[in-house]
């Protein structure tokens, strides 16, 4: 029951992602993108500390070891600061839907990782799902467009995050998901905040218009709601199986990118996603 549990949150992440990704480019848009992500994922910092201490889980912050704060501190340096620096600034040079698709392979290299640490099997239902997924993506952007330094960043990004999906896998095995997203979130956005004031940057915090702090709240929200359901489902499944299911988000930022765009739906398009969808459902069938 824990797995289906599980299974359940990540594909509803997955949706939160879809939509999320979407709305980051209209958010990230005329604004400081380094800015922008900062004061997002501060915003969700603190939306988690408050849902924990209005739950009365506070006093197991407090009863973290040292070592479990610096596994905290590792996974918001490596997953909640340096990859939402280089992913917000490419995004805001490239497509949404470029960068819907670089960010989803973070699946190939989370399995390559869990692999490597954590011993996790990579079995014929697993690797034939994959490939699906794989190939969904190839017919769904088949019109992506050339690769440049923006889209390498966003590369490095889901690289970045497919390992601190393994060293949020060992965290979750001694607390919790709420415990991890908080660290992600809280300590990725302490290092943003340093780097924004060792750039010179951080004084444009202060600039920031109502329709851009709306933006920030917006995305904020939707951040929240994603790392919630993400880091509570991944304590369940495997990280391939969790980072697998993140592709079905990528039907839902291309659909909307086409309906906003103008451009037409193709049966390439519908193919693309029945792929998708098909892989997603061989590696439910694990």
Known sequence: MD??????LVIGAAVVSGFSIFLNKFGVS?????VFTTLKNSVVAVFLFSMIFLLGEHKKLRSLLPRQWGQLALIGLVGGSIPFLLFFYGLSLTSAVNAGFLQKTLFIWAMIFAAIFLKEGIGIKLLAGALLLLAGNFVLFSKFTSFGAADAMILAA??????ENVISKKALGETY????????????SLFMLAFLAATGQAPDIASISAGQAAWVIITGGMLFLYVLLYYTGLKYVSVGVATALLSLAQ??????????SGSHFSVGDAFGFLLIFTGSATILWL
């Open 177 to 188: 998901g709420r415990i991890v997203a908080f660290g992600r979130m809280f300590f990725g």
């Open 30 to 34: 005329d604004f400081n993108p380094f």
């Open 158 to 163: 889901a690289i970045l995050w497919g390992a």
């Open 3 to 8: 797995k289906r549990i599980g299974v359940t």
């Open 251 to 260: 039907p839902i930022t291309a659909i909307l990118s086409m309906a906003f």
